[in-house]
């Protein structure tokens, strides 16, 4: 470490004699210690005029400046490759996640037709079985209704046959009954 600071010293010094320094400061406006050495090192430690000064410090400053701008894309395109990165890595769990979701969505998908089959199948059991208590009930109030017309027959023979009295009423009564079960098994079918 103590070499290189010997070095550029000796090249400061060396850069000042260049530049005609009387005072040990040196001359070269808006030039730092590293352009001084760069400087010296192009002119090969010989004296120089102050347009190729000029020149010399503006090509440093370019030079310094386009790596200062080189550093900051540099910067830039990490900060961004990073970014990039993260939303891979992001966009790779979203594709996970997708996958996983339609595998859950085709497993519902085949519990809803399941389930929707043995909807469609009970409803179909169902629609059967009131179709045969229908046609039971149908039979069921077939049956009261010829019963009905049976004790009428009978009802109209003993006026003929001149039956008691309490005999017609009783047959009258039964007609009645029978009458009001076949209304209530007409009812219930609906």
Do not use: P
Not at 133 to 146: F, H, M, S
Request: proline share 0%; glycine share 6%.
């Amino acid at each position: 470490m103590r070499s290189a600071h010997c070095f550029f010293s000796h090249k400061i010094r060396a850069a000042s004699v260049i530049s005609g320094e009387q005072s040990g400061r040196s001359q070269l406006v808006g030039i730092d210690h590293q352009s001084v050495v760069l400087l010296v090192y192009l002119t090969g430690g010989k004296r120089v005029n102050s347009t190729t000064k000029w020149i010399i410090s503006t090509v440093v400053g370019v030079v310094v400046g386009s790596g200062g701008g080189a550093f900051a894309f540099l910067q830039y395109s990490s900060q961004q490759s990073r970014e990039i990165g993260r939303i891979e890595a992001e966009n790779s769990y979203l594709r996970d996640q997708i996958a996983q979701l339609k595998l859950e969505k085709e497993k519902l998908i085949v519990d809803l037709k399941d389930w929707d089959s043995a909807y469609r199948k009970i409803g179909t059991e169902f629609s059967n079985a009131r179709s045969r208590l229908a046609a039971l009930q149908n039979d069921e109030c077939e049956t009261i209704w010829l019963e009905v017309l049976s004790l009428e027959n009978t009802a109209s023979r003993a006026d003929t046959l001149e039956s008691s009295s309490e005999r017609k009423q009783e047959i009258q009564n039964q007609i009645s009954e029978t009458k009001k079960t076949h209304q209530v098994c007409l009812s219930s079918r609906k």
